[in-house]
């Protein structure tokens, strides 16, 4: 597997093509969600992080920095979404690589914290990546979709938000509710 870091502004189009069929395999639980070259469903990443084989595009995960607001603190992270791994390849530690090469590029870009939410079935998978799930649950407010019409705001209690300390300490994860005031990608 060859892997590479690339911004957003780099990826081909022959690229966004491999990525869409990625992205529509491992994700043929929710179809629709990225037709064609669509290679994002809610927010547009900043760059990937893709393993490329003799096939393609056989696993690859977004990043997009934002600034958050945890309960008064106006954090920057590095919100890491679109993590895929081509369906034949799951279960054979292909996952783990990515993730390894994700945890590297959030270094690269000196981030004090990445951030992700999952389903409760990913959180064992994250965690064996080295993130860490924000204990108690959080409330979260949130849009689910910024690239459409404007809609009200989520307002939940989010279970499975994850954390990876970068150049902070998981320790300096701030207090309080987790306002993104936009989608998390
Ligand atoms: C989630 C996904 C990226 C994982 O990729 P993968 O290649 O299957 O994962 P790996 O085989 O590298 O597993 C990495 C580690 O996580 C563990 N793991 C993976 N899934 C797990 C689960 N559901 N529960 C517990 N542990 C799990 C593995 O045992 C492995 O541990 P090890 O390093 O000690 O062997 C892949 O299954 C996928 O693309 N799923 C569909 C899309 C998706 O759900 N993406 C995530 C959206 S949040």
């Known amino acids: 597997m060859d892997w590479t870091a690339i911004r957003e502004g780099d990826v081909t189009m022959a690229q966004h093509a491999e990525l869409g069929q990625l992205l529509r395999g491992a994700f043929a639980h929710l179809p629709g969600l990225y037709p064609g070259v669509r290679t994002w469903s809610s927010l547009r990443p900043e760059a990937r992080v893709i393993g490329h084989d003799d096939e393609g595009a056989a696993a690859a995960a977004g990043v997009l920095r934002r600034v958050i607001q945890v309960g008064t603190t106006d954090q920057l992270v590095g919100v890491v979404g679109l993590v895929a791994v081509r369906p034949a390849l799951q279960g054979h530690g292909v996952g783990g690589d990515l993730m390894k090469r994700v945890n590297a ?81």
């Not at 981030?111 to 860490?132: K, N, S």
């Not at 970068?166 to 987790?178: F, I, R, S």
């Open 105 to 185: 590029y959030l270094a690269d870009l000196r981030v004090p914290f990445g951030i992700l939410t999952c389903a409760d079935e990913r959180v064992a998978f994250y965690q064996r990546a080295g993130w860490h799930r924000l204990s108690p649950p959080r409330r979260a407010v949130f849009s689910r979709d910024d690239t459409t019409e404007a809609a009200p705001f989520v307002d939940e209690i989010e279970r499975n938000t994850l954390v990876l300390p970068v150049t902070a300490g998981l320790d300096d994860w701030p207090d309080g509710d987790l306002l993104w005031h936009c989608a998390p990608i």
